[in-house]
């Protein structure tokens, strides 16, 4: 079993930063996919940035531009790093990990953008 821990989020106000960070209990470098996941206040989770294995990256539009995903496989550790923050930026950010055909999921981190 995959064990997957975020942390990071807060309360930022709009135009600031922050990082999540998504730790793994398993080596990350076999992961073929992870990836960054929001849910915010009454909608449907949806993705908004993905790593493959290679190193190769996708945004969402709504954080295109001004988010990176990286992942650190000596620490086990995949990243979000988010600026310019917007009021709609706010919701439960979960990293998922698909590794041998099943997808795990972590327990989400809070991040809430006021004005």
Do not use: H
């Not at 929001?38 to 449907?44: D, N, T, V």
């Not at 989770?45 to 954080?63: L, Q």
């Amino acid at each position: 079993q995959v064990q997957l821990v975020e942390s990071g989020g807060g309360l930022v106000q709009a135009g600031g930063s922050l990082r999540l960070s998504c730790a793994a209990s398993e080596s990350i470098s076999s992961f073929n996919v992870m990836g960054w996941y929001r849910q915010a206040p009454g909608k449907q989770r949806e993705v908004v940035a993905r790593i493959t294995s290679g190193g190769g990256t996708w945004y969402s539009d709504s954080v295109k531009g001004r988010s990176t995903i990286s992942r650190d496989n000596a620490k086990n550790t995949m990243y979000l790093q988010m600026n310019t923050l917007k009021l709609e930026d706010t919701g439960v950010y979960f990293c998922s990990a698909i590794w041998t055909g099943r997808e795990y999921w972590g327990q989400g981190t809070q991040v809430t953008v006021s004005s």
